[in-house]
């Protein structure tokens, strides 16, 4: 790295390390130990994102807490109500239904964020001409909004949409079914268009790990006389289990903020089926107005994310020291 | 022919009959994943004669109209719409990547009083439901004088939990040594951040860039909210108010929504490899 002198903007003071000390701290150097005369230079690093951290994280987050307190809407002056919002939450049908369905959805993604995208990625995971085009086509959900994603799969949900066609042609009902409206239907329907929107970057994910399996361990297996299955749940699996944690920790994640695409596709209908924890919060805020109310739903869907995160956490570390 | 050649020509065939297998294999998944963006692109060019839907589904506009793409480029300030989506990625991206290479740059590489704490705040900033935070974060925008305006749209976005741990991956996998060789040139951290450790992460800075343009480019919540002075909308939002006016007029929402796929799509083919490159990255550890 010679070309060291060609930025300008430069606040830096020529620095008089002695190499004994480097070489004298046990743990792996770093700047903030070496430079010595500036311990406050990673902060300075840090400030930015610190700033932008306290802003627009940090600071709303406090005033969250604070309006699950109160009955702050736009029609009250503002009261303090204790914990009468959480009291009211527990005891809110709409609210606990709604729970349910978060519950429901983050099951339901599974098989799109396990088992589908785990046999695309090794569908993909060949030398082929061409296999990239078709990588970049299974990723293009991933890129497109949600808005655009309903508008598109309107086509597929409609009365004359190619689902009731294919419903028609297989003979399966005679009347075409409502999928967006129909109370069996539409959480499914919902939880269709995320899964499929999502496939691609777990598929990404798991494309990593089978990329960093080294190619000899198939071969070693297949010398043993291991067939393909075997090779799959001898080799690839348990490979493939910390990719797996990453990938469920963010179906998790997601799942529970599910959001979007109930807004843009069936508005938490009908009837409230639809509405997921993330859906009840944006409701009671940008519908009922009621912005203390809403507060304390969303601390209580925060509260539990945590919770699954930290469960997460304490069960991958345990899988992580086996890991290569 | 000997016998090996024999062998070898048979087992090309069978080869090759495999290959075309999975290539329609392939194929077919690929179906999965676009057939609602082709109906999309054929509903666009329907004349009004043709019907939207049909059994079976047609995809063949007959003959195609351009109507439709103009309506939509009419009815909704629809250049504007696109124009501030560009200025929203033009000036969110530069300060995403910066932002997140300078808060990566530490924790991967400094231990430091306090770089656990900041790590996981910023960790914790992906678990807070976004909806929560739309009342309090306008407020705290309102309070700023924010709102309404094109830096209350873009600053929120610009530190992103995704950013950072990308980032922080590919600086913690850069030998220590080229930083200390940096140093004991007399290099200050500021110099060895901007001219040694950036151009290491090049393709990586270039990624989260990508998926920055992404994140900024379909964003409508947040800007929902922000904003209520409709020529500051972007085209994402432009799209959600298409569907609000056009109600039934499927041929023109079909429209307007295929134009504003048109950059992203182009943007991520010119750019797939190192989007896909990055996806993966993200996760390697």
């Known amino acids: ?324 | 022919m000997s016998e090996r050649q024999v062998l070898r020509r048979r087992r090309g065939a069978r080869w090759t009959v495999r290959r075309i297998g999975v290539y329609l294999l392939l194929a077919a998944i690929a179906v999965v994943f676009v057939w609602p963006f082709l109906f999309l692109l054929a509903t666009a060019f329907k004349a009004p004669t043709q019907d939207v839907y049909s059994f079976p589904p047609s995809l063949i506009p007959r003959p195609p109209v351009l109507t439709w793409l103009h309506n939509a480029w009419t009815q909704i300030p629809f250049p504007r719409y696109l124009l501030n989506s560009l200025l929203y990625v033009l000036g969110g991206v530069p300060l995403f990547v910066l932002i997140s290479a300078m808060t990566a740059y530490p924790l991967a590489t400094a231990s430091f009083r306090g770089s656990k704490v900041m790590f996981f705040a910023i960790l914790s900033t992906m678990f807070v439901p976004a909806e929560l935070m739309l009342i309090p974060r306008f407020l705290v925008a309102n309070q700023l004088g924010l709102t309404n305006t094109y830096a209350g749209v873009i600053l929120p976005g610009v530190l992103s939990a995704f950013g950072v741990f990308l980032l922080r991956q590919a600086f913690a996998a850069v030998p220590a040594e080229l930083g200390e060789a940096a140093r004991l040139d007399g290099c200050g951290e500021w110099r060895v951040f901007w001219t040694v450790m950036l151009p290491v992460v090049r393709p990586t800075l270039a990624i989260s860039a990508i998926f920055g343009f992404i994140f900024i480019w379909n964003d409508f919540l947040w800007p929902l909210v922000v904003l209520n002075d409709d020529t500051k909308y972007p085209i994402a939002l432009g799209i959600a108010y298409l569907t609000g006016i056009s109600g039934t007029d499927t041929r023109t929402l079909s429209a307007g929504t295929l134009l504003s796929l048109v950059p992203i799509v182009v943007f991520f083919l010119l750019l797939q490899r190192q989007i896909l490159e990055g996806a993966k990255g993200a996760v390697k550890g």
Request: glycine share 6%; hydrophobic share 55%.
């Open chain 1, 1 to 324: 790295m010679s070309d060291s002198t060609q930025v300008a903007a430069t606040p830096a003071a020529p620095a008089e390390v002695p190499v004994a000390v480097r070489r004298a701290a046990a743990k792996p150097v770093s700047f903030g130990q070496v430079v010595g005369r500036s311990p406050f230079v990673p902060y300075l690093f840090l400030l930015p994102g610190l700033a932008l951290f306290v802003v627009f994280f940090a600071w709303p987050a406090v005033e969250a807490v604070e309006a699950s307190f109160t009955d702050y809407s736009i029609v009250n002056p503002l009261h303090v109500v204790g914990f009468a919002n959480y009291t009211e939450l527990f005891h809110d049908e709409v609210f606990l239904a709604a729970l349910g369905h978060s519950l429901i959805v983050m099951v339901g993604l599974l098989p799109f964020s396990v088992a589908i995208p785990l046999w695309l990625a090794i569908l993909v995971n060949r030398k082929l001409r061409g296999i990239q085009v078709f990588r970049a086509v299974y990723f293009l959900p991933v890129i497109t909004s949600m808005i655009t994603v309903a508008v598109a799969w309107n086509y597929v949900f409609a009365d004359k949409g190619v689902l009731n066609w294919l419903v028609a042609t297989l003979g399966l009902s005679d009347a075409p079914i409502h999928f967006l409206l129909d109370p069996h239907w539409a959480l499914a329907s919902v939880i269709l268009v995320e899964g499929w929107k999502g496939i691609g970057t777990y598929m990404m994910i798991y494309l990593a790990g089978l990329q960093a399996i080294p190619g000899d361990l198939y071969e070693a297996a297949e010398i043993d006389g291991a067939g393909a299955w075997q090779r799959f749940t001898r080799v690839t699996l348990p490979l493939m289990r910390p990719f797996m944690a990453v990938a469920l920790a963010i179906e998790m994640v997601n799942a529970l903020q599910v959001f979007t695409s109930v807004y843009v596709l069936t508005q938490g209908g009908p009837n409230d089926h639809t509405t997921t924890a993330g859906y009840f919060v944006w409701s009671q805020a940008f519908q009922h107005y009621r912005f203390g109310y809403a507060s304390a739903a969303g601390v209580v869907v925060w509260a539990i994310l945590i919770a699954l995160a930290l469960v997460n956490h304490r069960l991958t570390n345990g899988k992580q020291a086996n890991t290569p």
